[in-house]
């Protein structure tokens, strides 16, 4: 039986895949074996020993400590695209929110409530809420991944021009992109021409206020910036001081502040990218599947941290083990294997950057002596038996 922590509200129909014979989903947990989180911070929680994956039902995962769950052999999921459709649907809306004065004309209509002639005070007062269509204006799409490609491609439909800036671009995106979309040599040129600007990369050291002062300044007076990527991607003073100058006319943030909530020209949205239920639906079975998966199989797909691995089981009892990239660590685990007269039915080996998968399926138990000789080796990070 494997426990399952929920650190957030988890959609019950991904949770309710979870076979309730083998997983006990409980949102406290002294030693859970998997964690489920959306947004929950865990970089100040210490990770339970038991620990083995962390499933984010979610894209960013700038809210798990990534390379302390490495270095304690703890596989980091996350659920590319599931939540891509939900999150470009508020993009567009927030273009258009920004552009025709609607939040503006909506709260002035609200406080008509209890005038004699409403009617005729709208009609004489819409003038002061009008605003210009997005057909025809220019979009810079930074970063061009599952929800920069479909933000891209919908602009490009309802008649925008749409330049995409992203240097790491996937085959599987570059593919997916329309050919209307032009792409642009430099972040300082996508910006440059452009009435929208709309950011959809991940917050690294890299990316972090990669929007400030010196990039606005490339810009065209009266853009509308739109961040539903993450808040410290655009430098907050920087950005006030442009919208107080004129020089910015409307940020549009999924990620308000204290300080940003003071600016008019802020139009503040609570984190709702992903609240539809159809992208909480969709992360929460992708994350609950490959958690189940990795768990009771060893197979990993969708990790941020150790890569891809499948194999079909070929015996009862296989060990999983998580290992440094190193030379000779497949031949130092075999040959304790061979010390323990352990025959191998079927084995695989892959490897990302610094770390390294080995699954091996056996032919007979192994017993914990020999799994704490495994994880004795220098290199090899944790070891586990699974029987199936
Ligand atoms: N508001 C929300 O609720 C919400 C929902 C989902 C995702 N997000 C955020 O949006 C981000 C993007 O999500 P996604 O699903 O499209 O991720 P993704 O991994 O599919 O795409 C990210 C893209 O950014 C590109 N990139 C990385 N560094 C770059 C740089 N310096 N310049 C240009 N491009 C760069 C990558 O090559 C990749 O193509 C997530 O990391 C997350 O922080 C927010
Ligand atoms: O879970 C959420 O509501 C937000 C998720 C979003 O920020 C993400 O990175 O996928």
Known sequence: MFTIQTLNKISEKGLGLLDPERFAVKDDAAQPEGIILRSHKMHDMTLPESLLAVARAGAGVNNIPIESCTDKGIVVFNTPGANANSVKELVISGMLLSSRKIVEGVSWARNLKGESDVEKTVEKGKKDYAGPEIMGKTLGVIGLGAIGVMVANAAADLGMNVLGFDPYISVDSAWGLSAGVRRAKSLEAAVAECDFISIHVPLLESTKGMVDSSLISRMKDGVRILNFAR????????????????????????????????????????????????????????????????????????????????????????????????PSMVGQITSVLADEKINISDMINKHRDEVAVTIIDVDGDISPE???????????????VIKK
């Open 231 to 326: 808040g410290p991607l655009v430098n907050d003073a920087d950005i006030i001081t442009a919208l107080e100058s004129g020089k910015v006319a409307k940020y549009i943030t999924d990620f308000p502040n204290a300080e940003l909530l003071n600016q008019e020209n802020v139009l503040p949205i609570p984190h709702l990218g992903a609240s539809t239920p159809e992208a909480e639906e969709n992360c929460a079975v992708m994350a609950s599947r490959q958690l189940a998966d990795y768990l009771s199989s060893g197979n990993i797909k969708n990790s941020v941290n150790f890569p891809s691995v499948e194999m079909e089981f070929s015996t009862d009892i296989r060990l999983v083990i998580l290992n440094r990239n190193v």
């Open 370 to 384: 020999g799994v704490k000789r495994l994880e004795a080796i220098e290199g090899v990070i944790r070891a586990r």
